[in-house]
């Protein structure tokens, strides 16, 4: 079997007062006074923590280590900054603590095999609320200045959301993907009780305090269709929640609250992909929209007295940056000076939004990516990862390297996706995968039949469950495409649920079935049970230190292709996980990526004229 493993070429992060090279800038956390700004920039090669004050021309990187930096919070006392750090780029993740300043780095969550995933800060100190996950979840308090440790809850898919000032209570987020629900824990006792009621149908994923710990807030879709904002009385748990935001055009993403609990900013998403923002006075109720500094937003998050809000945006031609809101004007403008300017005409294309149908019936729609020229072209399908993710307008490198070469992108919502509701999201469940995959095949005759595409020029690339999604697709429409590529995807369910991380197994049982109970279902949805029908190039690529998917899932594939002499590549990048997160390893993917389509479509087309 060929193997070719890159070592991507990481820089020495900066940690001096100088201009970065270019990259990306995102997940934003200001100060409690709103003065500065930290934030992770990938502009040294891998992501890691800068402060910039608001009105400074430059910025200053903290010395985090070489490891990637997931997420940076700033405790409202203002001496401490705590980091998500993933080693070896692996889904196991650690908590970090560090001043402002750079020192007094240490870490304090997430030794050894725990995963640590931080909540928030209790106001006014320096106390982290902390979610650590083996095989079960763990609720944990966490003093960043002593490292002491306090645990208050234990049990399988649990996460911390949220403490009460006084460190009474905490909210916690039980269940599996697409299936969660809220419970109370009261501290002292250790008696917990579920919030809202089983309506047996949606999500509950965020939830917050209101001050004094009366009411909880909540995102939920368990009452309607797209997720709306509601509001739960602790004192009246008899009464039913009430409705606080809610669209009948959008669905509701992302909440960030004021330190007060006073003000809310809105993430909405827009058919398709598109981002809103609104600002919600809690206490009137009154909602204002604001106007969006890009296509695309999230990583939305006030300063500690809700004068300034930071949020990451980003669009088809411009990378993830980092915006300042103020509130009252409802005002946008960029934290980098050099932030917002027009970008030359050759930077890239913009999609169009493509409604189509599915084989039964089912609406459809995607993003189309088009080269200059008449049509029709080399077209490659693009499939997102998750399936609960959405593939949205933002900046995506690859398919603008793809339509530079002449090749057309669509990248579909199929069902499972997000941002369409509730029925859409759950569609693909168990034995609903199958009609995931068929739509595959009809987003494929879609682009043939509206002279986009013609036959034998057609690809499909994905990553995570896209690239499960382009295996299933392969072996189960032979002759529909000409070439894949295949990154990080499932395989083998049984080899996937025996190998990955017991949180992640445990998490997907809802999505992809019982690996007992369901163990028929999942044979047969796994790409290796027909892999013999796969006769059309496939790159595999796959990060070294990957335990989401684990590196197997691809290796078995390379395998059994090498064994039929399959034309086949299997990348592995070292020093990566399940993301690929330094930027030369980003590049080696797009470049394999971008040149094996390129020349095997370019190949079929010539053969076939």
Known sequence: MSVRTEAPRRTARRRTAVAPPPGEDFAPAPSPDGRRVAYLSDRAGTPGVWVRDVDAAEAVALPCGDEPVLAVSWSPDGRWLACVVAPGGAPRTELWVLRPDGTQRRQVAGFGRRSAALAGWLPGGALLAVTETAERGAAVLV??????????????????LDVTPDGGAALLRRGPRNARWLELLDVTTGERRRLLPDTGQGSTDQGWFTPGGASVLARTDAFSELAALVRVDLTRPALPPTRLAARPDA??????????????????????????????????GTQRAV????????GAVFAADGDLLCVTAQGPVRPREVWLVDPTAGTPRPLRPDTGVAPPDDRGVAPQLVDLRAHDGMPLSGWLYRPTGPGPWPTAIS???????????????????????????????????????????????????????????????????????????LGCLGRSYGGYLVLAVLVNFPGLFAAGVAECGISDFRTFYAGTEPWIAAAAVSKYGDPVRDAALLRDLSPMTRIDQLDVPVLLIHGANDTNVPTGESAQVARALAAREVPYGHLVLAGEGHDFLARDSAETARTATTGWLTRHLAATAATRR
């Open 143 to 160: 003093d960043a200045g002593t490292g002491q440790r306090r645990v208050l809850a234990e049990d399988d898919l649990l996460t911390l």
């Open 251 to 284: 669905e509701l993403e992302h909440v960030a609250l004021s330190a007060d609990r006073r003000r809310a900013a809105l993430l909405w998403n827009t058919y398709g992909g598109r981002s809103e923002l609104s600002l919600l006075d809690l206490a009137s």
């Open 291 to 298: 106007a969006a500094p890009g296509e695309v937003l999230d």
């Open 383 to 457: 499939l997102h990862g998750g399936p609960e993710a959405q593939e949205r307008p933002g900046h995506n490198p690859l398919f603008q390297a793809l339509v530079a070469q002449g090749v057309a992108v669509f990248a579909p919502n199929v069902r499972g996706s997000s941002g369409f509701g509730r029925s859409f999201v759950a569609a693909d469940n168990l034995a609903g995968r199958y009609g995931a995959i068929a739509d595959v095949a009809a987003c494929a005759e879609h682009l043939v039949d509206s002279g986009v595409a013609v036959p034998g020029r």
